[in-house]
């Protein structure tokens, strides 16, 4: 791949120590890894810098957030950004070597292939996802607090092929990710002014369940297909709860309780208006 411009490799990683042990000797073939750390409690940086990564601590506001300040430590020219359980295939790495050298493309979308619970998802996963990935650094930026999206200046492309996302290997991962990413949307919403509907907990669960297993054809996935789709319904009714309960813990004149600034470490003041207010269930 002589002769194309350097590429760093962006990583936002909070307890990502497994992965990154998987990922980083497969991005041996880009410039630089830069990974910015949330304040991870297992050995992420440890193994980060052994495989010769650059590695900063930032505490996890917003995803958005985080990708922006891994953006601005690049030093390369294109940029890929990509998540600790996420692989790139060789194909995709060659592609890669033989487009970013034009100057038609901005950017370029990359398709996202998942694997959930230990299987290939062909309809009820990431399948549909086409995420802009790979991009110039001076173009793009990242917007959003949870599901956050890159806004790019120029065109943007697409490449035929795609990274493999190990999302949800078992049900720990999943509840795991559930419990940090509902913590961060309720926290949006309350932030936004965006109160909590009455119906939620009751209409958005079987929303989210027919859109996987009836719309997405997840159907057609076999068990574990159907297991992720309930399970994806369970954790709309988890953001539901714990909206209302962050509406009410700031809201409520029994108690002005700030948000906690971490998802994954409650404030005590929080928990004199909900005893669970930041657990799953």
């Not at 592609?95 to 299987?119: C, P, T, V, W």
């Not at 190990?166 to 991962?173: G, I, K």
């Not at 669960?205 to 399970?231: M, Q, S, T």
Request: charged content about 30%; some cysteine.
């Amino acid at each position: 791949m002589s002769g194309r411009p350097t590429i760093t490799a962006a990583i936002i990683a909070l307890n990502e120590a497994g992965n990154l042990a998987e990922l980083l000797p497969r991005l041996d073939w880009v410039d630089e890894v830069v990974v910015v750390d949330g304040g991870s409690r297992d050995r992420t940086r440890e193994v980060a810098r052994a495989h010769g990564c650059r590695v900063l601590v930032r505490e996890l506001e917003s995803f958005a957030a985080q990708r922006n300040y891994a953006l601005a430590l690049a030093r390369s020219p294109w940029v890929l950004s990509i998540d600790a359980d996420e692989r790139p295939t060789p194909r995709l790495v060659e592609e890669i070597g033989r487009r970013i050298g034009g100057d038609r493309y901005a950017a370029f979308r990359i398709g996202i292939r998942s694997r959930i619970f230990g299987r290939r998802m062909r309809w009820s996963g990431t399948q549909d996802d086409l995420p802009v990935r790979l991009f110039r650094r001076e173009s793009a930026r990242w917007m959003g607090d949870v599901h956050e999206v890159l806004r790019v200046a120029g065109r943007v492309g697409r490449l035929r092929c795609g990274l493999e996302h190990n999302t949800h290997p078992d049900l720990d991962a999943f509840f795991s990710k559930v419990h940090r990413y509902t913590a961060l949307e309720a926290r949006a919403r309350v932030a936004a002014g965006r109160a909590p509907r009455p119906l939620d907990p009751w209409l958005a669960p079987p929303r989210e369940v027919f859109r996987r297993l009836i719309w997405k054809l997840g159907i057609l996935d076999g068990p574990h297909g159907w297991a992720f789709c309930l399970l994806s319904g369970l954790s709309e009714w988890v953001l539901a709860e714990r909206h209302r309960r962050y509406w009410n813990a700031t809201g409520s004149k029994r108690c002005q309780a700030p948000l906690p600034e971490r998802p994954d470490q409650p404030s005590v003041g929080a928990r004199c208006c909900a005893q669970r207010c930041l657990t799953p269930f």
